[in-house]
């Protein structure tokens, strides 16, 4: 009996959404008077046991397998299902990322058991022998979903950012499992890595100056470029910008692009619906600039400025090179 | 080659998403319907496959009679077969989806033979639960990645790029395969006049399935509490661009 946190790690290195999960695991271990768990899959995550010890887990499960170099959703998620089966756990949670959702999904195929992704909140009440209530996020996060997971072992991914990481060491005990893998888990290997050029991304940047359909057109977005540059930012876009072919998908944000968190969103153009908001929800700022004084972005964003982008952009960027003496 | 995409009918909400009163739903009534963007992208890519490598698409749907217009919309731009899994009143759960979805499959490739590739979005835009095509595959004991941003096919073997936080992973797989695609793989085309006019035609099968209820039981819709924000209106046209430059300083992005 315990609580089951799935560590995700990239060839070694921990992500950051790990430690929330071990958080939250740890949290649920105790609200059930239980122990938390955590296994990491690969012996290149042996190393990642110290951490795992500062945030609380009792035991790690080592998974080893000449075949765990890199990540695999198909053997990571049968190696996991196959602690899962030999320590039955009372919940699973693995992280609210794209490999996190990945994994639990196999694990849940291959235990033929209920899974819910993306909780935000686990209910206070559980104590480890009914149907856990949980609320998850839907429509990335516009809607909440009360739901009951009805099964004995329950699979979650925990939605990411919302526990933060608080650190409580404990001595931890270490087990390693030489886990069975078939031929049939091994094709989805990652077999090669394109690693990304230096530099900030819409994920990084602490600024983001965004585009949408009122910007009008690709070669429109040269003054938002302009003002990102003045501002060590970059430039993202909304969906009705890169259906229209303007701009790359990789500068989408919303909720099929890219959920940011920048420590300012300048929406220029945006009207803000709700799968763009989702993506920019979570910026520690948002400045509207807008024709529209009603537009949806406009009366969520903290600061706004009512007028044509075209002429506001300009005029943002020659009072930051007036100030700089430029 | 034959590649079968599955599809769902989900509401195209705009600036806010409301729910019927016993909170068991979206209220649709003032909304219209698309298919989900991911899966939307994937029949695009199926359609790009078969145009360069030969074969036909097949799209595949699970709701009731009005998801029919989601399986005409794949038509209208280069499916050629559709299959409707019909189920009455509300959304099934994940589980109960996939193993009707996988039975439809193993049922359509009884009589036709094995699709090499199928596709399925990365997730719902509504559900968001990452895991009908994971499940499905399994149960078809077919290899599976999910969050595909390319395929190419070659020698029996589909290669797809994913974006990770550190760049690009490619991944092998043998076919047949299945493969959950995401957003920004292609720009889907829009359907042609003549495009439009051939989908109407094309016969929509209709296979029935019944599968077990799942072990995750919705209780009930709520919308997150609202952001309530007192928008500091900072100015009106480019003379507000001090007013936003002393803004830049207060919050430290601007040195």
Not at chain 1, 168 to 185: E, F, N, R
Not at chain 2, 148 to 159: C, H, P, R, S, W
Not at chain 2, 222 to 230: A, D, F, I, K, L
Request: charged fraction near 20%.
């Amino acid at each position: 009996m315990s609580v089951l946190v799935v560590v995700e790690h990239d060839r070694g290195t921990m992500t950051p959404a790990s430690l929330g999960a071990l958080t939250a695991g740890r949290n649920l271990a105790k609200q059930i008077n239980t122990t938390m768990e955590a296994v990491t899959v690969g012996a290149n995550a042996d190393a990642l046991s110290d951490t795992i010890a500062a945030y609380g887990a009792t035991t790690v499960h080592q998974a080893h397998h000449a075949a765990l170099v890199d990540f695999g959703p198909e053997a990571w998620g049968e190696s996991v299902a196959q602690i899962v089966r030999n320590i039955s756990p009372q919940v699973v949670i693995g992280c609210g990322t794209e490999r996190g959702h990945e994994v639990i999904a196999q694990v849940a195929a291959r235990l033929d058991l209920p899974a819910s992704m993306n909780c935000t909140e686990f209910n206070t009440s559980f104590d480890g022998t009914q149907p856990m209530q949980v609320t998850r996020a839907r429509w990335g996060g516009s809607l909440l979903e009360n739901a009951a997971l009805d099964a004995s072992i329950k699979l979650v991914t925990l939605a990411n950012h919302t526990v933060e990481p608080v650190e409580a060491p404990s001595t931890i005990a270490i087990a390693v499992v030489d886990v069975a893998l078939d031929a049939s888990v091994l094709h989805s290997f990652v077999r090669d890595r394109v690693e990304r050029v230096a530099g900030v991304t819409v994920v990084t940047a602490p600024v983001v100056v965004s585009g949408g359909r009122g910007v009008g057109s690709a070669e429109a977005f040269g003054p938002l470029e302009e003002l990102a540059g003045l501002l060590g930012g970059i430039v993202g876009c909304s969906r009705a910008v890169t259906n229209n072919g303007w701009r790359n998908h990789v500068d989408q944000v919303g909720q099929t692009g890219t959920r940011i968190a920048p420590d300012i969103y300048i929406a220029c153009g945006i009207s803000g619906a709700i799968q763009h908001w989702v993506g920019a929800m979570a910026s520690k700022n948002i400045l509207a600039i807008n024709t529209d004084r009603e537009a949806n972005i406009v009366t969520k964003a903290g600061y706004a400025v009512i007028g044509d982008l075209h002429k506001v952009v300009p005029a943002i960027s020659a009072e930051i090179r007036r100030r700089r003496g430029q | 080659m034959n590649i079968l995409v599955c599809v769902k009918r989900v509401p195209a909400p705009g600036a806010r998403i409301n729910i019927t009163e016993d909170g068991q739903q979206v209220d649709t009534a003032f909304l219209g319907f698309t298919v989900s963007p991911h899966e939307e992208c994937a029949v695009e890519a199926a359609v790009q496959l078969v145009e360069k490598h030969g074969g036909e698409v097949t799209v595949l749907t699970l709701g009731d009679v009005l998801a029919e217009e989601q399986l005409r919309t794949a038509a209208s731009v280069g499916a050629v077969k559709a299959v409707l899994v019909p189920i009455e009143g509300m959304d099934w759960d994940a589980q109960r989806t996939a193993s009707a979805i996988s039975s439809a499959i193993t049922a359509l490739e009884t009589t036709n033979g094995n699709f090499d590739l199928i596709l399925f979005g990365n997730e719902s835009a509504d559900s968001c639960g990452y895991q009908v095509g994971v499940r499905a595959a399994v149960k078809l004991g077919r290899p599976m990645v999910n969050g595909a941003k390319g395929i190419e096919v070659a020698d029996g073997v589909a290669t797809i790029r994913r974006e990770s936080d550190a760049g690009i992973e490619i991944y092998n797989l043998p076919l047949p395969a299945c493969i959950g695609v995401r957003e920004g793989i292609n720009l889907p085309r829009y359907p042609t006049m003549k495009g439009r006019l051939a989908s109407k035609k094309v016969e929509i099968q209709r296979t029935e399935i019944s599968a077990e209820v799942g072990g995750l039981k919705m209780i009930q819709l709520q919308r997150p509490p609202e952001r309530v924000s007192n928008t500091q209106i900072l100015g009106t046209g480019p003379e507000a661009a001090s007013a936003v430059v002393d803004l830049l300083v207060e919050l430290g992005v601007f040195k």
